[in-house]
Every structure is written in C-alpha cells, then in structure tokens.
C-alpha cells in the first residue's frame, strides 16, 4: 500500500509562487504515473496535472497551463508542483495521486473530466491547502 504525503502549501499573495512536494512514506515512486489534484471551497475536485514515470511526459488542465509545472526527483521519491503567478482562484486543497505503470514509460493518465481521470489513480494524499491572497 503506497503511502503519500503533500507539503509546502500555504499562504500566498497574487502573483505569487509556490513549490508543492508529494513523497511516499515508504517505497519509492520510480515507476508510478503521478498526478495533481486540487479541491476549491464549493467546487468539484479537478485534475491539473500528470507525469509519466519517466518524467518525459507531462499533462495539464487548461486552467494552470502555462503556470504550474510538475516535476519528478526519483532519487529523491519526490514529484513536485511548482505554481506560478498564482490567482485567487487557485485556491484549493491540493492533492497528490499515484498509479502503479509497473515500467518506466511515457503514459500519463490524465482527462478534464474528474470522475475518469480519478479512476486511474489508487494512491492518493490527504492534501495540502494553498491560499492565495492579498
């Protein structure tokens, strides 16, 4: 059973930047596809992002494109999110997920639709909150 902990959320202004991490309490995450997740208050949660456990391939939602970037350090265990010119609308609990690829290959689940794209995900996060404002 992958164990998963988010950290480095936190309080933010606008145009801000923040680096989330994801680490497993055991194992390594060297062949898990792994995701971003995030929760607003009153809103459906939505899939942001994904990498490919060879960190070659990486998905976003349209909404962070361009802003957030994710990253993988397997010699850490750690996959990262780094948000940029942050808004009031990013918002959010974030959360971490991960699904067992088995070998190290390009494929990335990811769908704007949340209720496939969680499907694809066992392992996930108790997540980290992310406020953005003045």
């Known amino acids: 059973q992958l164990q998963l902990a988010e950290s480095g959320g936190g309080l933010v202004q606008p145009g801000g930047s923040l680096r989330l991490s994801c680490a497993p309490f055991?194992?390594?995450?060297?062949?898990?596809?792994m995701a971003w997740f995030r929760q607003a208050p009153g809103k459906e949660r939505e899939g942001i992002s994904c990498?490919?456990?060879?960190?070659?391939?990486?998905n976003y939602a349209n909404s962070v494109k361009g802003r957030f970037t994710t990253s993988r350090d397997d010699a850490k265990s750690t996959v990262y999110l780094e948000l940029n010119s942050l808004k009031s609308e990013d918002t959010a609990v974030y959360y971490c997920?991960?699904?067992?690829?088995?070998?190290?290959?390009?494929?990335?689940?990811?769908?704007?639709?949340?209720?496939?794209?969680?499907?694809?995900?066992?392992?996930w996060g108790r997540g980290t909150q992310v406020t953005v404002s003045s």
């Open positions: 990498i490919s456990s060879s960190g070659g391939t990486a």
């Open positions: 055991e194992r390594t995450l060297d062949r898990y596809a």
């Open positions: 997920a991960a699904t067992w690829i088995g070998v190290v290959s390009e494929a990335c689940p990811f769908s704007s639709d949340y209720d496939s794209m969680k499907l694809e995900y066992d392992y």
